[in-house]
């Protein structure tokens, strides 16, 4: 209990927060690092999975990426994209690997939302004379958002919780306060920064479960 | 004056024999801390998560409280994790492992749970009528149909840790990704890329071997699936 208090008394001083190195400017830098992430995996990988979902093809691949992706640590992805021309461009091992690790859940709960449309539905949209691109944009896509938006929401924050790693290979984040409390061997920095960057990722889970709630009752699915 | 030897070392290529032969030692250690690390942490979490779904399925009230407290636990980061539990294990190999443990229960748990419930009422009816008491019923009825599904959790769970381990470098139990970390710091290209490699190829291989377990364990399922 007396580590919880001195992380506490750490989150509380107000020399903690402005600067460089300060919680403001960290947490700045974790939002912009994750947002950016979130809306380059999501420019990726949605496309290609409404289009793989809406022709039905390349589901294997689509479902199995997520798997294989699971497997490649993150972390070594960062690691040796620094030792790469990439590692130069400042944030950018970052981004590609947080992208990286983005992409595949993105792209197996796009494609399996796809599918899961009542084929019942396309068929009757078919026998409608829809197009294709209309069939895509006026049926399936509206049918399939909340399964869509449920893997935006655990990309979200996962990317939350793993931009974190960044910090081990020197990039910006909450993760640094966590890696400069390891390397001044101050217990109360490192808990008081792992209890930010969970507060963190708390707060995003808990911001998209209310984006659905105030959702449009067609967008939220089953319920 | 010897000039310095001209191999793939000295000229830091990512793939270099020289390295496998020379550090055959620091790799081997490498891979079996992942190893140990990994399998007791999964081992560990299976142990809590079984006896937390069958009281989540058994008793109605504890389904909620058990699923929120283990998903809030999944939403933790695994860097914040080693970090909040620092002050309990200090820095040492069951500060990772509890780690990794708390991390795992969500899938663990999850998967154990739907499993149980995805147990036909029938077949509990029949077994009930066919006199089984309730520890019986679950021994012998439910668990076993409830396997494929807890497998599904456990190959998740078990690769998921083998990669989040690396984080463990960070207090120095990282397994392989001692040798990514300290590979960082050096720019030792050959360290990195070997170690990496390694730690995908033991997550497909454990992901694979527990394929291959669940196959042995429920032969009905493969009749049906052709």
């Given at each position: 209990m007396t580590t919880l208090t001195a992380a506490w008394d750490w989150l509380t001083d107000p020399a903690h927060w402005p600067g460089?190195n300060g919680i403001t400017?960290r947490l ?136 974190t790693?960044?910090a ?6 909450l993760g640094r306060i966590i890696t400069a409390g390891f390397n001044l061997a101050s217990t109360p920095q490192v808990v008081a920064g792992a209890v930010l960057v969970a507060a963190l990722?708390l ?21 | ?75 933790i980061p695994?860097l914040a994790m080693f970090s909040l539990l620092l002050p309990v294990y200090g820095l040492s190999?069951s500060l990772?492992?509890a780690g ?70 960070i207090v ?55």
């Open positions: 460089e400017h700045v830098q974790h939002l912009v690092l994750t947002a950016v992430c979130l809306v380059v995996s999501c420019l990726i990988a949605l496309p290609v999975a409404l289009v793989l979902g809406h022709l039905g093809r390349g589901g294997a691949l689509a479902v199995n990426l997520s798997n294989i992706g699971r497997a490649v640590p993150t972390f070594a992805v960062l690691v040796l994209l620094l030792l790469t021309p990439v590692g130069r461009w400042g944030e950018g091992p970052t981004v590609v690997a947080l992208v990286l690790f983005a992409v595949p859940p993105l792209l197996t709960n796009a494609y399996v939302g796809m599918r899961e449309v009542d084929r019942g539905v396309v068929q009757a949209a078919r026998g409608m004379g829809m197009t294709g691109r209309q069939m895509l944009f006026r049926v399936e896509l509206p049918l399939a958002l909340p399964l869509v938006m449920n893997g935006v929401r655990i990309a979200a924050v996962q990317l939350v919780a793993t931009a790693i960044a081990l290979a020197g990039g910006g984040g990722a707060v995003v889970e808990g911001l998209f479960e209310l984006a659905e709630r105030l959702s449009p009752r067609w967008a939220r699915g089953a319920a | 004056m010897t000039a310095p030897p001209d191999d793939c070392l000295a000229r830091n290529e990512w793939i270099c024999g020289e390295y496998l032969s020379t550090r055959r030692e620091i790799l081997l250690d490498a891979v079996l801390q992942h190893l140990e690390l990994t399998a007791l942490s999964v081992l560990v979490a299976l142990a809590v998560a079984l006896p937390l779904a069958v009281l989540a399925r058994r008793r109605r009230w504890a389904a909620g409280p058990v699923l929120a407290v283990t998903t809030i636990l999944y939403t695994s190999a990772v492992v990794l443990v708390l991390y795992s229960l969500t899938l663990l748990v999850r998967n154990i749970l739907a499993g149980l419930r995805a147990v036909p009422e029938e077949i509990r009816q029949a077994a009930r009528g066919m006199g089984y008491g309730p520890v019986r019923l679950l021994l012998t009825v439910e668990l076993p149909l409830a396997v494929p599904a807890a497998m599904a959790g456990l190959r998740i769970a078990t690769v998921s840790a083998v990669s989040l381990l690396t984080v463990g470098a120095g139990f990282g397994g392989l990704g001692n040798l990514i970390y300290s590979g960082m710091n050096t720019y030792f290209k050959a360290q990195v890329l070997t170690a990496s490699v390694l730690c995908v190829l033991i997550a497909v291989a454990a992901d694979l071997l527990l394929l291959g377990a669940q196959r042995l364990m429920t032969p009905w399922t493969r009749a049906a699936r052709g």
